[in-house]
C-alpha cells in the first residue's frame, strides 16, 4: 500500500476519533439555560429512595434556543447503573448528550446488568438472558429503564460525565417535553409501566447524587 495512502488513512481515522469524542456543552447547560436553573429552583425532592419516583409538582415552561422546554412531572430515582450510552450526533444530542440504563429495586442487585447482559444504542436499552431469567420478566419491565440525561447545569454535565456502569445513583429533575419551532418535538414518557418506542424517561437533571 502506498505511503501517502497509509497517511490518509491515520489522518482519517484520527479526524473521526476527535469527531467521536467532541463534546460541547449540552444547551441547557449553557449560559442560555436560565430557565433550566429557575425549574430547578422550584423542585421539591422526596427524602431517601431507592426506587423511581413521580410528583404531580409544576414549573414553567422556559425558551431554549430555538426551543419551548416544558416540565412535565417532578421525578427522582435512586437506582444502580445498569449501562450508559454517549451520543454526539443527532438533534438530540444537543440537549441529551448520555442516555442511562437504570435498574431500580429488585433491578438495583449488583451484577445483574450482566447477567442480562445489558446494552445500548440509538437510544435504546436491550437486555438478554441465557437459560433461566435471573430475575422475573415483569420485574425487569417495571424497575428499569433507559432515561435521556439532559444537563441542567455544567456542574450536573460534569457530574453526569463522570457516572460509570455498576454505579449507584441518586437523580433529581423534571421529565420533559421539548417544542422547536420547526415543529420538532422529544416527549418523556410518563409511566415506568410502559416498554417499546416513547416508553424513555427525558430528564431535566438538577442534581446527582452519588
Do not use: K
Not at 440537549?95 to 445489558?118: E, I, K, N, Q, R
Not at 429503564?145 to 456502569?165: E, F, K, Q, R, Y
Amino acid at each position: 500500500m502506498p505511503r501517502w495512502l497509509i497517511g490518509t488513512l491515520v489522518l482519517l481515522g484520527a479526524l473521526l476519533w476527535w469527531v467521536a469524542h467532541m463534546h460541547s456543552a449540552p444547551l441547557a447547560a449553557t449560559a442560555d439555560g436560565a430557565g433550566a436553573a429557575d425549574a430547578c429552583r422550584v423542585l421539591q425532592v422526596p427524602g431517601p429512595i431507592g426506587e423511581a419516583v413521580q410528583t404531580e409538582q409544576s414549573a414553567p415552561p422556559f425558551r431554549l434556543g430555538d426551543a419551548t422546554l416544558t416540565p412535565l412531572a417532578a421525578f427522582s430515582v435512586g437506582a444502580r447503573i445498569l449501562s450508559r450510552e454517549d451520543y454526539s450526533f443527532g438533534r438530540e444530542s444537543n440537549y441529551s448528550p448520555t442516555d442511562l440504563a437504570l435498574g431500580w429495586g429488585p433491578m438495583s442487585a449488583p451484577g445483574l446488568a450482566d447477567a442480562l447482559h445489558v446494552s445500548q444504542g440509538g437510544r435504546w436499552y436491550r437486555y438478554s438472558w441465557s437459560g433461566d431469567a435471573p430475575i422475573a420478566p415483569s420485574d425487569i419491565a417495571l424497575n428499569s429503564a433507559n432515561m435521556h440525561m439532559v444537563p441542567a447545569s455544567a456542574p450536573v454535565a460534569d457530574a453526569i460525565s463522570s457516572l460509570h456502569g455498576g454505579q449507584l445513583v441518586r437523580l433529581d429533575g423534571w421529565l420533559i417535553r421539548i417544542d422547536a419551532d420547526d415543529g420538532w418535538h422529544w416527549q418523556s414518557s410518563l409511566s415506568r409501566s410502559d416498554t417499546g418506542s416513547g416508553a424513555c424517561e427525558l430528564l431535566l437533571v438538577c442534581a446527582v447524587r452519588h
